[in-house]
């Protein structure tokens, strides 16, 4: 183990990459504090003591979805009590107090209804736009891109070329869940196929756009698992420099379909967090999304590699029908308390990490 860490030590200061089977040594060792200390130095090396935060609202227009996915406690089918769709207004609505709250970014995302036209989406889109001409709209993911073009007869390129010009300026990183087929195939059937969700990332990230990239964890899947998902993320970013950072969602557990499934501690969250620093060093920034780690387990973070946290979110439904104790938002006083009680300097961002504001 000593041995594992002084090689560590010399790659972080060299700026060399580490394997995958430094990466699944690092996932069996106890030795967390270890783990933090190389992350953190890693990520010193990128951003000095800066912490990104962005003043966003999450805005879920439908729940309603066609896929069933196991671990999903938002999603509805179209007849199920609970399932809802906002209606053009309440959107536009839900954007306009974001705007006057001071956000920066709108973040949409929602399930694959069974009926809504590809115009909707363009439409929701334009109309946000036209309102707010200073919001950058971040929605809709691979997952998304794939259904439209199923529902519109058309080329992915044809369908991010007609998002781009009603308004669409990234994406979020959902999605990935996990790439590993056959975890894939228990826990999200239905989905897209993993090569399909890294196929189109690519033709959105050559198409312009940059996008987020996920890993959801603490399931059924094995460390070699996230392992495997983080490889592939490396050798896409490598091709396209398309993702701008890197956010594990950790599983919650409540109110979903996964057998055995227990939710995520503190110390795998954190070696999770820390690893996924030192293995994607073609990936600048690492989030912390409070929603499903905790505020303590996020502020935690900062001293083990992470150097960007998600955000004001306002209204948040997929963690919280899963059971997330978080709460629904913070404001920016409570975001740039909670970095600084960690020692760090909060940095206000937009949604293209341009500083706004340094506290
Ligand atoms: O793809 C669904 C996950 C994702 C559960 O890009 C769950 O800035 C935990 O991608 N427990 C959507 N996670 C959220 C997402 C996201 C969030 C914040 C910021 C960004 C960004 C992206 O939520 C889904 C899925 O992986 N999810 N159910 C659950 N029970
Ligand atoms: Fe639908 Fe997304 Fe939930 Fe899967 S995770 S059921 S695709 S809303």
Request: with cysteine; charged share 25%; aromatic share 8%.
């Amino acid at each position: 183990m000593i041995k594992l860490f002084e090689n560590l030590r010399a790659k972080v200061k060299n700026g060399a990459r580490i394997s995958d089977a430094e990466a699944l040594e690092l996932f069996r060792c106890n030795d967390l504090l270890a783990i933090g200390e190389l992350a953190a130095a890693a990520n010193r090396r990128k951003n000095g003591d800066r912490v990104y935060f962005n003043v966003n609202r999450h805005i879920n227009y439908t729940n309603i979805c066609v896929n069933r996915c196991t671990f999903c406690a938002f999603s509805k089918d179209g007849r199920e009590e609970g399932g809802y769709t906002l209606a053009l207004n309440e959107i536009l609505a839900k954007a306009a107090e974001a705007s006057a709250a001071g956000a920066t970014e709108i973040h949409m995302v929602g399930g694959l209804h069974p009926e809504l036209p590809f115009d909707f989406y363009l439409e929701m889109l334009a109309a946000i736009k036209a309102d707010n001409p200073r919001l950058h709209l971040k929605a809709f993911t691979a997952v998304e891109i794939d259904y439209f073009a199923r529902i519109s007869g058309q080329t992915v390129e044809a369908v991010i070329a007609e998002l781009k010009e009603a308004g669409l300026d990234s994406m979020p990183g959902g999605g990935a869940e996990i790439f590993a087929e056959e975890v894939r195939e228990q826990i999200c059937p239905e989905k897209i196929s993993s090569e399909r969700w890294l196929e189109v990332t690519e033709r959105v990230h050559r198409a312009g756009l940059k996008t987020n990239a996920t890993m959801l964890f603490g399931h059924l899947e094995s460390y070699r698992d996230r392992i495997d998902h983080l490889g592939r993320l490396r050798r896409l970013q490598d091709k396209t420099g398309g993702f701008q950072t890197f956010i594990p969602l950790a599983f919650q557990p409540d109110n979903t379909r996964v057998p055995g499934a227990k939710g995520v501690g503190g110390v795998d969250a954190l070696k999770t967090l820390a690893i996924s620093r030192l293995y994607l060093d073609n990936f600048r920034h690492i989030k912390a999304y409070w929603v499903m780690l905790g505020l303590k387990i996020a502020q935690v973070a900062l001293v083990f590699g992470v150097n960007d946290l998600d955000g004001t979110v306002v209204e948040e439904k997929i963690g919280h029908d899963a059971g997330a104790d978080s709460p629904q938002a913070m404001n920016k006083e409570q975001i740039v308390a909670l970095i600084r009680k960690a020692g760090r300097v909060p940095v206000e961002r937009d949604t293209l990490y341009r500083e706004l504001r340094v506290y």
